[in-house]
């Protein structure tokens, strides 16, 4: 079967336009990259300024004061954090007993960090200071550390749930107190220095999946811890792994020693709290000038119940007890085995940042402004350095008290001032009235504050229907947090994170692009089932891979690429024949009749005299036959072809005497392959050998294979590898898809003729 296809070609001189001239042409004058003395002036036109914009960058509060509304915002900043003081208080004491430390010291830890975030942060909505999952943790630690040190054993001869029970000594609080202190300071430390070297990118490494999953098991790990209080028990500590399940157990073999009055006020506490938080505060929203304080409303009824009734002495309901008034002094940390647990502390540093900034940024959405994710680092960091000094344990944004800051109005963090001033005359003045605060009542507060954790399950139906991995993330981060640990569940979950990005990478599906029309410049678009029409350029595949191309995901890359295209693997290699010119012109049917023999290029001058005996004995391979010459209908090849005769040393005088045949392979009707780089924004040493190699792979079977729509980083890559934008001798680069299509296609009016021999 034979035939017929015109083909295109460039001008018979070849143009090589340099960038320089292509930039003076178009108009563009491209950026130069500064050098590290022209980036500070660049950035500060005088030393003023660039102290100012330092200033100003690092304590974000004087911007605040500076721009401050007084009239419109003062009012609402003071009624947002005076509501936020008032749940501070009651979580503080819950989150610190939860972090197996007296509840006083959840009062300093939600004030001088606050106030330290005030001057530092650059977020106007989130309150910081004590979380559930981050005293989950410090609990980890300081139960770890007590036991090798052995401080509930020597110093009070229990070894219970109720960290309280423990606090008979004063060496035992001193020592746990230490521990939590000196975990607080290395995760201010670890946070001030990854804000310091920008690492606030690493928030973008946790997936949504992950970070939901961590959560929700750690929520369950906080439940289980409350439950013995809100039941009134007292059972065996459990620091081993699977955690979860041996509590529960435990909790069902005392179930007979129950205390039905706890039973009793953990019931109304808890309905109490969620009719106001989940019914009032929400459906009632417009009637309501502020969110009803519903915390500081239980905290102060138990109070007052607990003072009329006596519950402890009457109801044997267990009470907070002793809580020192006043503020301590500053100390320094407990750092005697620090080595031991600094790994927990870089985690916990991890995780505080997570929670915290990803609030920040949806507030900072919602409300049309930007945080600076640095420093906020930062700003986390300094918070929890000073507060290490001054008997304070690490923390978070907590969702319950942000949500209050931004229902109540809040407009910055001002309103944290006034939270601070609340907080501060609860340790100095009101710190005795919460010595007969009953324990199930705050550890209702702390139950209720986890229920928009547990809304986490409704994830699940979404990253089922979206995306597998994500749901599967999820679940195992969630399991392993549960019947694991918390420790285990966090690696797990960033692990299986990262794991999921390769695979997905690997697994990633090319496609070729298709016209959408017949024109000679076509627009290109992805195959669709909505067009079932679209045609390939002829002679052209445009090959789109939508990822990075790097070690893990090269070999998918050459299978697809092969798949839809063609494998120069399979394909007969390149080949030149050099026949009398006569046998051509003056039979046409003589190619089919006497097969003419395929000789590689190195030897076709030695095979040009060969007698037509011999050339008849030889088998034919399908080929492309270039006619050319005097008489033919082709004057001149393209210079990919040029280059070829020129390699054979043919001369011209020998060119008006002969037909050169040119083989291309059996069945492949592609002249060249056209990589689309658009979506491809990193390659990696292994990609960029790879391409060179299809090159090469892709140039012997008589393919051209060149890139085109490459980004600058991607360009700046290729060109420290060689391969430089233009008709480069490694790879060709063009600067869009429709540059390469025209320069490498097939059009008509062409004076070169093409005739296809299968």
């Given at each position: 079967?034979?035939?017929?296809?015109?083909?295109?070609?460039?001008?018979?001189?070849?143009?090589?336009?340099?960038?320089?001239?292509?930039?003076?042409?178009?108009?563009?004058?491209?950026?130069?990259?500064?050098?590290?003395?022209?980036?500070?002036?660049?950035?500060?036109?005088?030393?003023?300024?660039?102290?100012?914009?330092?200033?100003?960058?690092?304590?974000?509060?004087?911007?605040?004061?500076?721009?401050?509304?007084?009239?419109?915002?003062?009012?609402?900043?003071?009624?947002?954090?005076?509501?936020?003081?008032?749940?501070?208080?009651?979580?503080?004491?819950?989150?610190?007993?939860?972090?197996?430390?007296?509840?006083?010291?959840?009062?300093?830890?939600?004030?001088?960090?606050?106030?330290?975030?005030?001057?530092?942060?650059?977020?106007?909505?989130?309150?910081?200071?004590?979380?559930?999952?981050?005293?989950?943790?410090?609990?980890?630690?300081?139960?770890?550390?007590?036991?090798?040190?052995?401080?509930?054993?020597?110093?009070?001869?229990?070894?219970?749930?109720?960290?309280?029970?423990?606090?008979?000594?004063?060496?035992?609080?001193?020592?746990?107190?230490?521990?939590?202190?000196?975990?607080?300071?290395?995760?201010?430390?670890?946070?001030?220095?990854?804000?310091?070297?920008?690492?606030?990118?690493?928030?973008?490494?946790?997936?949504?999946?992950?970070?939901?999953?961590?959560?929700?098991?750690?929520?369950?790990?906080?439940?289980?811890?409350?439950?013995?209080?809100?039941?009134?028990?007292?059972?065996?500590?459990?620091?081993?792994?699977?955690?979860?399940?041996?509590?529960?157990?435990?909790?069902?073999?005392?179930?007979?020693?129950?205390?039905?009055?706890?039973?009793?006020?953990?019931?109304?506490?808890?309905?109490?709290?969620?009719?106001?938080?989940?019914?009032?505060?929400?459906?009632?929203?417009?009637?309501?000038?502020?969110?009803?304080?519903?915390?500081?409303?239980?905290?102060?009824?138990?109070?007052?119940?607990?003072?009329?009734?006596?519950?402890?002495?009457?109801?044997?309901?267990?009470?907070?007890?002793?809580?020192?008034?006043?503020?301590?002094?500053?100390?320094?940390?407990?750092?005697?085995?620090?080595?031991?647990?600094?790994?927990?502390?870089?985690?916990?540093?991890?995780?505080?940042?997570?929670?915290?900034?990803?609030?920040?940024?949806?507030?900072?959405?919602?409300?049309?402004?930007?945080?600076?994710?640095?420093?906020?680092?930062?700003?986390?960091?300094?918070?929890?350095?000073?507060?290490?000094?001054?008997?304070?344990?690490?923390?978070?944004?907590?969702?319950?008290?942000?949500?209050?800051?931004?229902?109540?109005?809040?407009?910055?963090?001002?309103?944290?001032?006034?939270?601070?001033?609340?907080?501060?005359?609860?340790?100095?003045?009101?710190?005795?009235?919460?010595?007969?605060?009953?324990?199930?009542?705050?550890?209702?507060?702390?139950?209720?504050?986890?229920?928009?954790?547990?809304?986490?399950?409704?994830?699940?139906?979404?990253?089922?229907?979206?995306?597998?991995?994500?749901?599967?993330?999820?679940?195992?981060?969630?399991?392993?947090?549960?019947?694991?640990?918390?420790?285990?569940?966090?690696?797990?979950?960033?692990?299986?994170?990262?794991?999921?990005?390769?695979m997905q990478s690997k697994l990633t599906q090319g496609y070729l692009l298709s016209s959408t029309d017949k024109s000679t410049t076509p627009d290109l678009t992805p195959p669709s089932a909505f067009n079932k029409s679209l045609e390939h350029v002829p002679g052209i595949?445009?090959?789109?891979?939508?990822?990075?191309?790097?070690?893990?995901?090269?070999?998918?890359?050459?299978?697809?690429?092969?798949?839809?295209?063609?494998?120069?693997?399979?394909?007969?290699?390149?080949?030149?024949?050099?026949?009398?010119?006569?046998?051509?012109?003056?039979?046409?049917?003589?190619?089919?009749?006497?097969?003419?023999?395929?000789?590689?290029?190195?030897?076709?001058?030695?095979?040009?005299?060969?007698?037509?005996?011999?050339?008849?004995?030889?088998?034919?391979?399908?080929?492309?036959?270039?006619?050319?010459?005097?008489?033919?209908?082709?004057?001149?090849?393209?210079?990919?072809?040029?280059?070829?005769?020129?390699?054979?040393?043919?001369?011209?005088?020998?060119?008006?005497?002969?037909?050169?045949?040119?083989?291309?392979?059996?069945?492949?009707?592609?002249?060249?392959?056209?990589?689309?780089?658009?979506?491809?924004?990193?390659?990696?040493?292994?990609?960029?050998?790879?391409?060179?190699?299809?090159?090469?792979?892709?140039?012997?079977?008589?393919?051209?294979?060149?890139?085109?729509?490459?980004?600058?980083?991607?360009?700046?890559?290729?060109?420290?590898?060689?391969?430089?934008?233009?008709?480069?001798?490694?790879?060709?680069?063009?600067?869009?898809?429709?540059?390469?299509?025209?320069?490498?296609?097939?059009?008509?009016?062409?004076?070169?003729?093409?005739?296809?021999?299968?």
């Open positions: 079967m034979e035939t017929a296809t015109a083909m295109s070609r460039p001008s018979d001189t070849t143009i090589d336009i340099k960038q320089k001239e292509l930039n003076i042409t178009s108009d563009y004058n491209p950026e130069k990259p500064m050098n590290l003395q022209e980036q500070p002036k660049s950035q500060c036109s005088s030393i003023h300024g660039c102290m100012k914009t330092s200033v100003k960058s690092h304590l974000p509060f004087i911007d605040i004061l500076l721009n401050y509304e007084w009239r419109n915002w003062l009012v609402s900043d003071m009624v947002a954090g005076l509501s936020v003081g008032i749940i501070h208080i009651p979580q503080g004491m819950g989150f610190s007993i939860l972090a197996s430390l007296p509840p006083v010291y959840g009062l300093y830890s939600s004030f001088f960090p606050v106030l330290a975030y005030f001057f530092l942060g650059t977020s106007r909505h989130i309150s910081f200071g004590t979380m559930a999952v981050i005293s989950l943790l410090i609990a980890t630690v300081v139960d770890r550390e007590s036991e090798r040190l052995g401080l509930d054993e020597d110093f009070s001869g229990t070894n219970t749930t109720d960290p309280l029970s423990s606090y008979t000594k004063p060496d035992a609080v001193a020592t746990k107190v230490g521990i939590a202190c000196a975990v607080s300071l290395l995760v201010g430390i670890t946070q001030t220095l990854l804000g310091i070297f920008k690492l606030g990118v690493v928030a973008s490494f946790m997936s949504m999946s992950f970070v939901g999953g961590f959560l929700m098991g750690a929520g369950f790990h906080i439940a289980m811890s409350q439950l013995p209080f809100l039941l009134g028990l007292q059972i065996k500590k459990v620091d081993a792994t699977g955690k979860i399940p041996v509590v529960f157990i435990e909790i069902l073999r005392h179930l007979p020693e129950v205390q039905p009055a706890e039973v009793i006020t953990s019931l109304v506490c808890i309905t109490f709290l969620t009719t106001i938080k989940e019914v009032i505060n929400v459906r009632y929203r417009k009637y309501l000038c502020m969110p009803v304080p519903a915390e500081m409303i239980v905290v102060t009824i138990g109070i007052f119940v607990s003072y009329i009734a006596k519950l402890e002495d009457n109801f044997d309901i267990a009470v907070i007890g002793t809580i020192p008034q006043g503020i301590p002094m500053p100390e320094m940390p407990y750092l005697s085995n620090a080595h031991t647990y600094i790994v927990d502390a870089v985690i916990i540093a991890i995780t505080s940042f997570i929670i915290s900034v990803s609030m920040a940024k949806q507030l900072a959405k919602r409300h049309n402004y930007e945080i600076d994710v640095n420093q906020e680092f930062v700003a986390y960091g300094i918070s929890h350095t000073i507060g290490s000094f001054l008997h304070c344990f690490a923390g978070a944004q907590a969702p319950p008290r942000t949500i209050v800051h931004d229902a109540t109005g809040g407009k910055t963090q001002l309103a944290s001032l006034f939270s601070c001033g609340l907080v501060l005359l609860a340790c100095t003045v009101m710190a005795p009235l919460f010595q007969l605060l009953p324990k199930c009542v705050v550890a209702s507060v702390v139950l209720v504050a986890l229920f928009p954790l547990f809304r986490g399950f409704s994830d699940l139906k979404f990253f089922w229907s979206v995306n597998r991995y994500d749901f599967a993330v999820w679940l195992i981060t969630w399991a392993a947090v549960v019947f694991v640990d918390v420790t285990s569940g966090l690696i797990t979950g960033i692990g299986l994170s990262l794991l999921t990005v390769i595949r445009v090959f789109h891979f939508p990822n990075i191309l790097y070690f893990a995901n090269i070999e998918n890359f050459k299978k697809q690429l092969f798949k839809v295209t063609a494998n120069p693997q399979k394909m007969p290699k390149l080949t030149v024949k050099v026949v009398p010119k006569n046998l051509v012109t003056e039979n046409s049917n003589l190619q089919r009749e006497h097969p003419q023999s395929d000789v590689n290029m190195d030897n076709a001058k030695e095979n040009y005299h060969s007698s037509q005996a011999n050339v008849d004995n030889i088998p034919s391979t399908p080929y492309i036959e270039i006619m050319w010459g005097n008489e033919g209908t082709a004057q001149k090849l393209a210079i990919d072809q040029k280059e070829t005769v020129c390699s054979l040393g043919i001369n011209d005088d020998m060119k008006s005497d002969h037909c050169i045949v040119q083989s291309a392979g059996a069945d492949s009707d592609i002249n060249c392959i056209v990589i689309d780089c658009s979506a491809m924004a990193y390659i990696d040493t292994a990609g960029i050998c790879l391409l060179k190699q299809l090159k090469s792979d892709y140039e012997e079977v008589g393919i051209k294979f060149v890139l085109a729509s490459c980004n600058k980083g991607l360009l700046t890559k290729l060109q420290l590898a060689g391969i430089k934008p233009g008709y480069s001798k490694v790879i060709a680069v063009y600067p869009t898809i429709h540059d390469a299509v025209v320069s490498n296609g097939v059009m008509e009016n062409s004076d070169l003729v093409v005739s296809s021999k299968l």
